[in-house]
Protein backbone atom coordinates (compact mmCIF):
# COMPACT_ATOMS: atom_id res chain seq x y z
CA UNK A 1 0.00 0.00 0.00
CA UNK A 2 1.52 3.23 -1.07
CA UNK A 3 1.79 5.27 2.35
CA UNK A 4 4.10 7.88 3.16
CA UNK A 5 4.24 9.11 6.40
CA UNK A 6 5.35 12.85 8.19
CA UNK A 7 5.16 13.65 11.47
CA UNK A 8 1.91 16.02 13.24
CA UNK A 9 3.61 18.39 15.60
CA UNK A 10 2.29 19.57 19.03
CA UNK A 11 -0.14 16.72 19.40
CA UNK A 12 0.52 14.65 21.94
CA UNK A 13 -0.31 11.07 23.48
CA UNK A 14 -1.33 10.28 19.85
CA UNK A 15 0.14 9.22 16.84
CA UNK A 16 -0.47 11.40 14.15
CA UNK A 17 0.61 10.41 10.64
CA UNK A 18 0.45 12.59 7.24
CA UNK A 19 -0.01 10.08 4.40
CA UNK A 20 -0.29 10.74 0.87
CA UNK A 21 -0.64 9.14 -2.41
CA UNK A 22 2.23 8.99 -5.37
CA UNK A 23 1.94 12.44 -7.03
CA UNK A 24 -0.48 14.13 -4.95
CA UNK A 25 0.33 16.96 -2.60
CA UNK A 26 -2.23 16.01 -0.25
CA UNK A 27 -1.91 13.90 2.90
CA UNK A 28 -3.66 11.43 5.19
CA UNK A 29 -3.46 12.72 8.78
CA UNK A 30 -3.63 9.28 10.78
CA UNK A 31 -4.64 10.35 14.52
CA UNK A 32 -6.22 8.20 17.98
CA UNK A 33 -9.55 8.23 18.20
CA UNK A 34 -11.67 10.20 20.92
CA UNK A 35 -14.11 7.19 22.53
CA UNK A 36 -10.57 4.99 -19.36
CA UNK A 37 -13.99 4.98 -20.87
CA UNK A 38 -17.16 3.88 -18.73
CA UNK A 39 -18.37 0.70 -19.12
CA UNK A 40 -21.74 -0.35 -19.04
CA UNK A 41 -23.08 -2.04 -15.58
CA UNK A 42 -24.60 -5.98 -15.20
CA UNK A 43 -26.65 -6.91 -12.90
CA UNK A 44 -24.77 -9.64 -10.18
CA UNK A 45 -26.41 -12.51 -9.42
CA UNK A 46 -25.11 -12.11 -5.73
CA UNK A 47 -26.40 -8.63 -5.25
CA UNK A 48 -28.83 -6.61 -6.45
CA UNK A 49 -26.26 -3.62 -7.13
CA UNK A 50 -24.81 -3.48 -10.40
CA UNK A 51 -21.30 -5.14 -11.09
CA UNK A 52 -18.43 -3.58 -13.19
CA UNK A 53 -17.58 -5.54 -16.45
CA UNK A 54 -15.12 -8.61 -15.78
CA UNK A 55 -12.91 -9.80 -17.39
CA UNK A 56 -11.98 -14.12 -16.93
CA UNK A 57 -9.62 -15.75 -15.38
CA UNK A 58 -8.84 -19.19 -13.25
CA UNK A 59 -10.05 -17.14 -10.55
CA UNK A 60 -13.52 -16.36 -11.73
CA UNK A 61 -15.40 -13.05 -13.26
CA UNK A 62 -13.05 -9.79 -11.88
CA UNK A 63 -14.10 -6.00 -13.02
CA UNK A 64 -10.90 -4.90 -15.42
CA UNK A 65 -8.36 -1.80 -14.33
CA UNK A 66 -9.65 1.95 -14.86
CA UNK A 67 -13.18 0.81 -14.75
CA UNK A 68 -15.55 3.74 -14.35
CA UNK A 69 -18.57 3.18 -12.00
CA UNK A 70 -21.63 5.49 -10.04
CA UNK A 71 -22.56 5.55 -7.43
CA UNK A 72 -24.38 2.21 -6.04
CA UNK A 73 -22.74 0.25 -8.49
CA UNK A 74 -20.48 -2.93 -7.30
CA UNK A 75 -16.60 -4.17 -8.77
CA UNK A 76 -15.92 -7.38 -8.10
CA UNK A 77 -11.66 -7.48 -6.76
CA UNK A 78 -9.73 -10.52 -6.15
CA UNK A 79 -8.83 -11.04 -2.65
CA UNK A 80 -6.64 -12.61 -0.27
CA UNK A 81 -6.45 -13.18 2.91
CA UNK A 82 -3.77 -15.03 4.60
CA UNK A 83 -3.29 -17.62 2.36
CA UNK A 84 -7.19 -17.82 1.54
CA UNK A 85 -7.68 -16.29 -2.30
CA UNK A 86 -11.05 -15.70 -3.86
CA UNK A 87 -12.96 -12.45 -4.81
CA UNK A 88 -14.74 -9.75 -2.76
CA UNK A 89 -17.41 -6.57 -3.89
CA UNK A 90 -16.66 -3.08 -3.41
CA UNK A 91 -19.61 -0.75 -3.51
CA UNK A 92 -19.08 2.85 -2.97
CA UNK A 93 -22.97 3.75 -1.54
CA UNK A 94 -22.75 7.30 -0.69
CA UNK A 95 -20.51 10.18 0.31
CA UNK A 96 -22.21 12.30 3.07
CA UNK A 97 -20.64 15.78 3.93
CA UNK A 98 -19.99 15.67 7.52
CA UNK A 99 -19.24 19.24 9.48
CA UNK A 100 -15.45 20.89 11.03
CA UNK A 101 -16.92 20.11 14.23
CA UNK A 102 -16.85 16.44 13.86
CA UNK A 103 -13.46 16.04 13.83
CA UNK A 104 -13.12 17.42 17.28
CA UNK A 105 -12.31 13.75 19.12
CA UNK A 106 -9.61 13.22 16.22
CA UNK A 107 -7.23 16.22 18.41
CA UNK A 108 -6.28 17.31 14.69
CA UNK A 109 -5.26 20.67 15.87
CA UNK A 110 -4.68 23.59 13.17
CA UNK A 111 -4.13 20.51 10.69
CA UNK A 112 -8.13 20.50 10.47
CA UNK A 113 -9.32 24.16 10.94
CA UNK A 114 -11.41 25.02 7.31
CA UNK A 115 -11.38 21.56 6.31
CA UNK A 116 -14.61 19.97 5.79
CA UNK A 117 -14.82 15.96 6.79
CA UNK A 118 -16.53 13.62 4.01
CA UNK A 119 -17.70 10.36 4.67
CA UNK A 120 -17.44 7.66 1.45
CA UNK A 121 -19.57 4.67 2.74
CA UNK A 122 -18.39 1.59 1.04
CA UNK A 123 -20.25 -1.79 1.46
CA UNK A 124 -18.05 -4.97 1.01
CA UNK A 125 -19.60 -8.05 0.11
CA UNK A 126 -17.99 -11.92 0.01
CA UNK A 127 -18.48 -12.78 -3.78
CA UNK A 128 -16.54 -16.57 -3.25
CA UNK A 129 -17.83 -18.19 0.01
CA UNK A 130 -14.13 -18.00 1.03
CA UNK A 131 -13.28 -17.78 4.89
CA UNK A 132 -12.00 -13.75 4.82
CA UNK A 133 -12.96 -13.58 8.71
CA UNK A 134 -11.57 -10.61 10.44
CA UNK A 135 -10.05 -9.11 6.91
CA UNK A 136 -10.13 -5.23 5.72
CA UNK A 137 -11.12 -4.13 2.96
CA UNK A 138 -6.93 -2.22 1.11
CA UNK A 139 -6.61 0.90 -0.42
CA UNK A 140 -9.23 3.24 -1.25
CA UNK A 141 -9.33 6.89 -1.55
CA UNK A 142 -11.59 9.69 -1.80
CA UNK A 143 -11.81 12.05 -5.12
CA UNK A 144 -11.82 15.49 -5.75
CA UNK A 145 -14.09 16.99 -8.60
CA UNK A 146 -10.76 16.90 -10.65
CA UNK A 147 -10.39 13.36 -10.29
CA UNK A 148 -7.08 14.26 -7.39
CA UNK A 149 -7.02 12.61 -4.66
CA UNK A 150 -8.56 14.44 -1.32
CA UNK A 151 -6.73 14.89 2.26
CA UNK A 152 -7.80 11.55 4.03
CA UNK A 153 -7.24 10.96 7.80
CA UNK A 154 -6.67 7.14 8.87
CA UNK A 155 -8.25 6.70 12.62
CA UNK A 156 -6.76 4.91 15.24
CA UNK A 157 -9.26 3.83 17.45
CA UNK A 158 -12.86 4.74 17.09
CA UNK A 159 -14.74 7.48 14.98
CA UNK A 160 -18.38 7.07 15.49
CA UNK A 161 -18.73 9.18 12.39
CA UNK A 162 -16.71 6.82 10.03
CA UNK A 163 -15.76 3.64 11.27
CA UNK A 164 -13.37 1.94 8.61
CA UNK A 165 -15.03 -1.37 10.02
CA UNK A 166 -13.36 -4.94 9.21
CA UNK A 167 -14.66 -8.28 8.41
CA UNK A 168 -15.54 -9.74 11.47
CA UNK A 169 -15.61 -13.90 12.36
CA UNK A 170 -19.10 -14.52 10.29
CA UNK A 171 -17.48 -12.69 6.58
CA UNK A 172 -17.19 -16.38 5.45
CA UNK A 173 -20.31 -17.86 3.56
CA UNK A 174 -20.92 -15.81 -0.49
CA UNK A 175 -23.13 -12.74 0.50
CA UNK A 176 -21.88 -11.80 3.73
CA UNK A 177 -21.05 -8.48 3.90
CA UNK A 178 -19.76 -5.74 5.92
CA UNK A 179 -20.11 -1.66 6.24
CA UNK A 180 -16.71 0.10 5.68
CA UNK A 181 -16.06 4.04 5.44
CA UNK A 182 -13.10 6.82 4.23
CA UNK A 183 -13.15 9.66 5.98
CA UNK A 184 -11.53 12.35 3.76
CA UNK A 185 -11.07 16.34 4.28
CA UNK A 186 -11.58 18.90 1.80
CA UNK A 187 -10.92 22.60 2.18
CA UNK A 188 -12.96 25.73 1.42
CA UNK A 189 -15.65 25.42 -1.52
CA UNK A 190 -13.83 21.98 -2.72
CA UNK A 191 -16.02 19.06 -1.77
CA UNK A 192 -15.39 14.91 -2.33
CA UNK A 193 -17.63 13.78 -5.06
CA UNK A 194 -15.73 10.29 -5.85
CA UNK A 195 -13.64 7.32 -4.61
CA UNK A 196 -11.44 5.00 -6.30
CA UNK A 197 -9.93 1.29 -5.03
CA UNK A 198 -6.32 0.81 -5.73
CA UNK A 199 -5.69 -2.60 -4.35
CA UNK A 200 -2.59 -3.54 -6.56
CA UNK A 201 -1.20 -6.45 -4.43
CA UNK A 202 -3.91 -8.99 -6.30
CA UNK A 203 -3.45 -8.34 -9.28
CA UNK A 204 -1.40 -11.75 -9.42
CA UNK A 205 -4.67 -13.57 -9.50
CA UNK A 206 -5.90 -12.82 -12.52
CA UNK A 207 -4.51 -10.42 -15.66
CA UNK A 208 -6.31 -7.27 -15.77
CA UNK A 209 -6.68 -6.45 -12.28
CA UNK A 210 -3.86 -4.36 -11.28
CA UNK A 211 -6.01 -1.19 -9.80
CA UNK A 212 -2.55 0.29 -8.58
CA UNK A 213 -2.04 0.83 -11.88
CA UNK A 214 -5.29 1.58 -13.16
CA UNK A 215 -7.55 2.26 -9.97
CA UNK A 216 -11.57 1.64 -10.34
CA UNK A 217 -13.51 4.78 -9.91
CA UNK A 218 -16.93 5.63 -8.55
CA UNK A 219 -18.78 9.13 -9.25
CA UNK A 220 -22.11 10.10 -9.28
Known sequence: MRNRVLEFLGVSAAVLALAG?????????????GAPAPSQAETSTASSSADAPAGKSSGGSFTKQGTKLKLGEKA??????????????????????????DLAPLALGDKAKGMTPYYVRVTVSNESGTDFSYSSLGLMD??????????????????????????????????????????????????VTGASYNEGEYHDQAPGTDYGDEAVTWQP
Open 21 to 33: CAGETSGTPSAAG
Open 76 to 101: TVPFKSESKTGAIGVTVKAIEKGAEA
Open 142 to 191: ALLPDGSEAQQVSVIGTFDKCDSGDAGKAFTTKGATYESCVLALAQGSTA
